[in-house]
């Protein structure tokens, strides 16, 4: 691959001290930058995150009237956000497995942080499915324990599914992420001066010495894990799909959704993932080994998804025509003209459309578009998300029974309260845990110029 | 009593090199500590066992059999319900929960099993007390010898290891 | 403010220990001897109900009524056969009566016009005002009471009026039949009243008469109805109903054929059809009415001796004083009595005029509330306010009461001991089911007291009414009396007499707005308001609940650019009153429909400013049509909570509420959903080998007036929600009726939908809990203590019957004073009541299967076909809903099922639902487009 050489580390950062350096600074070198922004961005997520525990207060203590669900339509905000969460929840592993087995040696600057961002999405998504309940009290009686009732849970439920799902997820991508951090905890702990850091980093760190032999069983473990990543995440975003299309509702039993979710899913993710790497890049001067080639191939990833998506949207309309339902056909009128439907031009605007731009290399290199886009894609995705709830719920078979979703301020604040939750952490893992996988770089740098 | 002779190397390919000359001459690579892993140098070191991934393998089948068999004994045995008019053995709808449980067992039992192949957790360790030895996890590549008994021996594996462009071999008694 | 009230921790403990002392008083059994429906009261079991037949009132008439009691609190109001004004069958206004009961703000004391006082001292002050009035032989003397059919309440009348000769008892009533005591007395030369006997008819036609829409004779009339319009009966015998009206109302809505038209052209309407049947020649009419009319009058003269009409009681006397005729020409199946009770229609104009003029002095209110219900050009409140001595004697508080410088609490009718007659002039005996919960006493008590008695029993004065019964042994024959709930042999005979045909002129059609007033469905003449579970009941053409509004016709609304839910302002004579709009496509051009009853200022927590009010709108002239309405578009939209939205049903009628007309029928139905063979499965059947509880409702016969709906509420400890979260779209009744349009003109629909207890049901597989799963018998149950509330059945129930405790609507959480201790006494003991957070739903009143399996085992015998009875079914007028085991095949139900035109609700998605349904049956006149005008 000489033709592509260097494409992936900037001279700044060709040898191995200059990118430990660059990505240790945030946490040993502080000096080195100026906290004022993030500073201001931490105080607005620690205002926000109080806003969701507000939330969450007051749903617990009010009961769940407080949002804006309806006899008719009995899910809205909570289900939508927890598919929204699990989505964005899916990009980093699906990064760090999936291009890891296709050997894309580009994630290794990437990588790190998809993977927190994975993990943080992927808590916060878990928390809707509980205080969505009527009951949050009683969450745990969908896990089989001895209980006086001798009861079981009902296995048969896409619920439960969901639950294991995202349980063995979440559990399974904090070890995947801690063992990719191993040998850079190391690394800091052997940078680090103070006794109380390296006591700390070393600790975590293991005792980690960079042994040729655990080496290899640690590339073993870890080729291992990616290829155990990818079935499992696309598993469960498939269950997601399942929550909705093991059920009859018109709209919603459709075999196309567990692909089109796990596509979506992915699509979002990425979406988030340039957002965040153009906020690490430009907060901690890592232009050298994050490059405008990252954003590009990002970019044409989600165009890829744009396309997939588009295609699926069209399937699905397709399908409810030439099933000739009555319930599905009026369904889809309903949705272009019915009460969402503004909503829906805006979907398609934003995860279609738009992202169409990425055709032009100018667009894919210009970060700034990038992130803009990537925004409107995760707009989009959520509106998917909300939209899929309200339209079948909405118009389901009985003309009788069909009434809209309004949504109330706790609908809104639990869901602004849960993104700057999600910064809050973000946030503070740039601060503590080293956002770039250095050995992956250092390893990416001795490829890139001595290959 | 024995020694160990420690070269420090700026580059991956020098020492993977020198290593491969070294054992060519019939010294006994003992180890190499780098900060990424050195493509051969396990081979070199004879450190291909799989057992790992067997390992894994086991935890996780074992796991999805146990979660199937709880759902079916609850299910059907110890609490049929009418639920739907499904039938009481829903076994395509019983998939899902022993995959991803499954999953979550291999990625366990691989880690436990990764610990004690490595033996870590190991805070403390007696090369950490060798100088520079904290560069082997930042820019330096560490390649631990066996050292012969006889002194010209020594002197000659020096040799030799600067020229595969050594910037540094010291020894020390273990 | 939040949708629900908050009770802090010392309201609740006040509430608490209210409940305490309230429940250690309330649940006694009357002092003196009452008789049970089946069981002797000393064999009174704990948990085991009592039945006690009894006679409600609606505007005076009785319905009689079998209560059920558990440890003497009465829970639950079911309709007694023996009865002819019931058949067994209640309308909302009895369901609800129960909640009457124990409605919290019930007035518990006698009040003077600073505090409260005590029955003696009103004693003290009464008996001071009744000696100077009996010094002038009671000159001032006015007593106001509503409808008197009562016999123990009329001898009282009598009994005073010879004590003070020159005493006045005005009684009368908001719901007034003035015009058809009119039109009588035009016709005969004395008031007769007319009942259809239409279970004998097989053509009527009904000129702007609700006849089956809400009052006294609702029950009777839907019976015959629907007794005449029988799959059976083939298209001679079938009843074709044609209804000429000025408004939708549920008699049209179910009509072959309706027209709209403005009220004078109904009148015209009538004369035309006098003059067919006459053989002269009819007035000139509209193109379309006049095919329309003489269809109709083709089809009377055709069906002679079983053809009628009916003329509602907005057209003026001489067009009822017509009808008469045209009966009488027709031979038609209807019955003239003697008016029960007699109502002087200008008793209101004198009293107040007697009043101003100050020869009224001394006024006692019987159970009435002039203040609100009577037209402000009498004044009467002013009136009343200066009056020296006035006492008024209500259930609550009311407008009246805040007038009259004495307040007395009255008993309610569960609570009373008195006497009634249905409109057929039957009499039967009101006996309480429980201790007064409160001091109050009854009208026969403040009427004795006026006589100077001071401890009055109205249990002695009832019994002394009849005490010339039983042929010497009285106490048999009451005891008997009680037990039917009827006294034989008090039915009004028919009188045989002619008409006399008097010439009625065609009116020319005019221009102006006129407004047409009629009770409402849900309050009736509003003393209802206060009735938490009648103002959340829909109402059945609008759906609309907690309110009522302007209908106006979309021609109107057009010129006024007023859209649905706008405010509008009417106006007449100086009177104003705005309320939002409604645009109905069953509405004539230029005429404006309101209901009565809302508006209420002291109705109590519930009925204040719910609605407005349009009382202040009556004239002196016709109560139920007001001429030179003006009509203004007043502000922005602020529509009623309806709980249905979407009434046009797209293409979709054909198969989710099927019109099959008697031809098509005889052909034998092939076409979807009837012929819909039932998808293939992989699932393997299960086996159902005790019961099979099924249910069939006949929406042919459905007429859609909600009984079911309160009943299914009444029974099930089902909680009202209140307005907000109605507005918010959540409702929690189990069991609701679905009506649709399938466009304009075509014949209205309706369809009770409970659960569908499908045994494919979707609801289960989704639980993660188990808490919905299926029993042994086929019933989809759901199990409120497992139930976390992930709300994953509703959202995958294609039929949307579940409903979820969005708030404790029923647990801490209760709309205004609901959780008041007295309010949870009505509570089923049965039945859980549940808890916030988790779903509920239809069980088929699973206590009562229960109740009726419990009684089988001990004889051990299997359930018999008829013995368990729903709430909705034993509620409904039409005998619409049955209900039985399906492995039994003489079953009722597997008689209904096996019917051509039965078919299941969305069947096509293989849910296998155990509640099924009758197709609606037409019979058109094919000189007459079909279905519809």
Redesign the interface.
């Known amino acids: 691959m000489t033709g592509r050489l260097n494409r992936w580390v900037m001279p700044r950062a060709r040898n191995y001290d200059a990118v430990n350096a660059m990505v240790t600074a945030p946490l040993l070198a502080r000096e080195t930058f100026r906290w004022r922004i993030w500073w201001i961005a931490f105080a607005v997520s620690c205002a926000l995150t109080l806003l969701m525990a507000a939330s969450l207060f007051w749903v617990l203590y009010k009961g769940i009237g407080i949002f804006g669900n309806n006899t008719t339509v009995v899910w809205g905000f909570p289900i939508a956000n927890y598919v929204w969460w699990i989505g964005i929840g899916n990009a980093g592993t699906l990064i760090s497995s999936m291009l890891l087995l296709t050997h894309q040696r580009w994630r290794a600057s990437i990588n790190r942080f998809a993977e927190a961002m994975t993990l943080f999405a992927a808590s916060i998504a878990g928390i809707f499915p509980i205080i969505h309940l009527g009951r949050p009290l009683y969450f745990y009686w969908v896990t089989p324990y001895p209980n006086t009732m001798h009861l079981w849970p009902q296995w048969r439920s896409a619920l439960i599914w969901d639950f294991w799902a995202i349980l063995s997820y979440i559990l399974f991508s904090i070890i995947f992420w801690y063992i990719g951090l191993v040998p850079d905890l190391a690394t800091i702990r052997d940078r680090a001066r103070g006794p109380i850091k390296r006591a700390i980093y070393g600790a975590f760190a293991l005792g980690w010495r960079g042994s040729a032999r655990h080496w290899h069983f640690y590339e073993t473990y870890h080729m291992a894990m990616a290829a155990l990543a990818v079935p499992l995440v696309v598993s469960l975003h498939s269950v997601v799909g399942l929550d909705f299309a093991a059920s009859l509702m018109p709209g919603w039993q459709e075999t196309i959704f567990p692909p089109y979710f796990v596509v979506g899913a992915m699509y979002s993710g990425f979406a988030m993932v340039v957002v965040l790497a153009a906020g690490v890049r430009w907060g901690f001067g890592m232009q050298a080994i994050v490059t405008i080639d990252h954003f590009d191939v990002m970019a044409k990833i989600m165009l890829a998804a744009s396309l997939i998506m588009g295609l699926s949207y069209a399937t699905e309309w397709f399908a409810a025509w030439y099933g000739g339902e009555h319930a599905d056909r009026s369904l889809v009128v309903y949705m272009f003209t019915g009460t969402y439907a503004p909503m829906m031009w805006a979907l398609l605007a934003c995860n279609v459309f738009i992202p169409q731009l990425f055709w032009w290399r100018a667009i894919r290199r210009n970060i700034k578009a990038v992130c803009v886009i990537g925004v409107l894609i995760n707009v989009g995705m959520w509106l998917e998300r909300i939209l899929i709830i309200w339209n079948t719920l909405s118009h389901g078979f009985l003309p009788s029974m069909r009434r809209s979703f309004v949504p109330t301020f706790w609908d809104w604040s639990l869901l602004l309260g849960s993104l700057g939750f999600f910064a809050f952490m973000f946030l503070l893992f740039v601060r503590l845990v080293p956002a770039v996988s250095m050995h992956e770089v250092r390893k990416l740098v001795h490829d890139e110029v001595t290959a | 009593m024995t020694h160990v002779v420690i070269a420090q190397f700026s580059e991956a390919d020098a020492l993977l090199e020198a290593a491969r000359e070294s054992q060519r001459e019939g010294t006994n690579v003992l180890d190499a500590f780098t900060p990424f892993p050195v493509e051969g140098m396990a081979e070199l070191l004879g450190a291909t066992s799989t057992r790992l991934r067997v390992v894994m393998a086991i935890g996780g089948f074992s796991m999805a059999a146990v979660a199937f068999g709880l759902q079916y004994y609850s299910a059907v045995i110890d609490y049929p319900i009418n639920s739907g008019g499904r039938p009481l053995n829903s076994w395509p709808t019983f998939m899902l929960v022993p995959f991803a449980t499954g999953i979550l067992a291999a990625a366990i039992f691989g880690f436990i099993a990764l610990l004690s192949e490595t033996g870590l957790p190991r805070l403390h360790h007696a090369l950490f007390e060798i100088p520079d030895f904290e560069r082997a996890s930042q820019d330096r590549f560490l390649l631990a010898l066996e050292a012969p008994e006889a002194k010209k021996e020594i002197a000659a594996l020096r040799q030799r290891l600067i020229e595969a462009g050594a910037i540094e071999v010291m020894e020390v008694a273990a | 403010m939040?949708?629900?009230n908050d009770l802090n921790r010392r309201a609740a403990l006040k509430l608490l220990g209210g409940g305490l002392a309230l429940s250690l008083t309330s649940c006694g059994k009357p002092a003196e001897e009452i008789v049970p429906y089946v069981d002797q009261p000393e064999r009174v079991v704990p948990g085991v109900p009592l039945r006690f037949a009894t006679t409600l009132d609606l505007s005076g008439y009785g319905r009689g009524a079998i209560v059920t009691s558990v440890e003497g609190r009465p829970i639950k109001i079911e309709g007694n056969p023996r009865h002819p004004a019931s058949l067994g069958a209640t309308d909302v206004f009895a369901e609800a009566d129960v909640l009457g009961l124990y409605d919290p703000d019930r007035s518990k004391a006698v009040r003077g016009k600073a505090n409260v006082e005590s029955w003696e001292a009103f004693a003290d002050a009464l008996r001071a005002q009744m000696d100077k009035e009996r010094a002038r032989g009671g000159a001032g003397l006015r007593v106001v009471s509503g409808r008197v059919t009562s016999p123990t309440l009329a001898r009282q009348r009598a009994g005073l009026l010879k004590e003070f000769p020159q005493a006045r008892w005005i009684s009368y009533e908001p719901v007034a039949d003035t015009n058809e005591r009119e039109g009588a007395r035009l016709a005969f030369g004395r008031p007769l009243v007319a009942l259809p006997r239409l279970k004998d008819a097989s053509a009527v036609v009904a000129f702007d008469s609700d006849f089956l829409g809400p009052g006294p004779a609702q029950i009777v009339n839907a019976r015959g109805f629907a007794q005449a319009r029988s799959a059976a009966s083939g298209a001679e015998q079938f009843l074709r109903l044609y209804a000429i009206e000025s408004s939708t109302t549920a008699t049209g809505a179910n009509a072959d054929h309706r027209l709209t038209s403005r009220p004078e052209l109904i009148g015209n309407a009538v004369i035309a059809i006098a003059a067919y049947l006459a053989g002269e020649t009819p007035p000139p009419l509209a193109g379309h009415a006049a095919r329309f009319v003489e269809a109709a009058a083709a089809d009377l003269k055709a069906r002679q001796g079983r053809a009628l009409v009916l003329v509602g009681p907005s057209q003026p006397p001489e067009i009822h004083a017509l009808a008469h005729w045209i009966n009488s020409a027709l031979s038609a199946p209807v019955d003239l009595i003697e008016p029960v009770d007699d109502i002087d229609p200008n008793g209101l104009t004198s009293l107040a005029a007697d009043i101003h003029s100050g020869a009224a002095e001394t006024l006692i209110i019987l159970d009435a509330n002039p203040a609100y219900d009577t037209p402000p050009r009498l004044d009467l409140a002013a009136a009343i306010h200066k009056l020296p001595f006035s006492a008024h004697l209500s259930l609550h508080r009311n407008e009246t009461a805040a007038l009259c410088h004495w307040h007395l609490p009255l008993s309610h009718t569960l609570e009373s001991w008195s006497d009634r007659r249905a409109i057929d002039g039957t009499a039967s005996i009101v006996q309480p089911l429980i201790r007064p919960l409160y001091d109050t006493r009854t009208a026969h008590d403040v009427l004795a007291m006026l006589g100077g008695a001071l401890t009055p029993s109205s249990y002695d004065i009832v019994r002394t009414t009849w005490a010339a019964q039983g042929g010497g042994d009285f106490e048999n024959w009451w005891r008997k009396t009680l037990h039917d709930g009827v006294i034989a042999g008090t039915r009004s005979a028919p009188v045989a007499t002619k008409p006399q045909r008097i010439t009625v002129a065609a009116r020319t059609p005019t221009q102006t707005m006129v407004l047409k007033v009629a009770p409402d469905p849900s309050v009736w003449d509003g003393r209802y308001a206060n009735n938490a579970w009648l103002q959340e009941c829909p109402k059945p053409l609008s759906k609309e609940v907690w309110g009522n509004s302007i209908v106006l016709a979309p021609a109107d609304a057009g010129h006024l650019d007023c859209k649905d839910g706008d405010i509008a302002e009417i106006e007449v004579g100086g009177q104003r009153v705005q309320g939002p709009a409604r645009i109905d496509y069953g509405q004539a051009d230029g005429v404006i429909a309101i209901s009565l009853g809302y508006g209420r200022s002291r109705a109590g927590a519930i009925g204040n400013e719910i609605g407005f009010n349009v009382y202040p709108l009556r004239t002196a002239g016709n109560p139920w049509l007001i001429d030179n309405v003006m009509l203004r578009k007043a502000g922005p939209a602020r529509p009623v909570p309806t709980t249905?939205?979407?009434?046009?049903?797209?293409?979709?009628v054909d198969?989710?509420l099927p019109l099959v007309s008697l031809v098509e029928l005889a052909k034998g139905l092939d076409r979807k959903p009837f012929k819909d063979e039932p998808k293939p499965?992989f699932?393997?059947?299960?086996v159902y080998d005790t019961y099979a509880w099924a249910m069939v409702v006949d929406t042919a016969a459905c007429i859609g007036c909600n009984a079911c709906v309160v009943a299914c509420q009444a029974e099930n400890n089902v909680a009202v929600v209140g307005p907000e979260?109605i507005e918010?779209?959540?409702?929690m009744h189990w069991l609701?009726v679905?009506?649709?349009e399938s466009g304009p003109g075509a014949m209205r629909g309706f369809?009770p939908?409970p659960c569908m207890q499908?045994?494919?049901?979707?609801?289960?597989?989704?639980?993660?809990?188990?808490a919905s799963?299926?029993?042994?018998e086929g019933l989809n149950v759901q199990v409120y203590n497992?139930?976390?509330?992930?709300?994953?059945c509703?959202?995958?129930c294609?039929?949307?019957v579940r409903?979820?405790?969005?708030?404790?609507y029923n647990d801490g959480?209760e709309y205004k004073n609901l959780g008041a201790p007295s309010v949870t006494a009505q509570h089923n003991p049965n039945v859980t009541v549940r808890?916030?957070?988790?779903?509920e739903k239809c069980t088929y009143c699973v206590q009562r299967i229960s109740a009726a399996r419990r009684d089988a085992e001990k004889e051990n015998r299997t359930i018999a076909d008829g013995e368990v009875v729903t709430a909705c079914q034993s509620a409904c007028p039409t005998r619409a809903i049955s209900f039985g085991n399906r492995n039994d095949p003489k079953a009722a139900v597997n008689k209904k099922r096996g019917e051509t035109h039965h078919y299941e609700l969305?069947g096509h998605?293989g849910t296998?639902p155990r509640t099924t349904y009758l197709a609606r049956l037409t019979s058109p006149n094919t000189a007459l487009k079909e279905g519809g005008e």
Not at chain 3, 644 to 652: K, L, V
Not at chain 3, 786 to 792: L, Y
Not at chain 3, 803 to 808: I, T
């Open positions: 939040s949708p629900v249905q939205h979407h009434f046009q049903i797209e293409g979709e198969e989710l499965t699932y393997p059947p299960y979260e918010a779209g959540r409702d609701r679905d009506t649709y369809q939908v499908c045994e494919h049901a979707p609801c289960e597989p989704v639980c993660p809990v188990s799963v299926h029993d042994s497992r139930c976390v509330g992930t709300r994953f509703q959202s995958n294609p039929y949307k409903r979820f405790n969005w708030y404790g959480q808890t916030r957070g988790v779903m969305l998605l296998r």
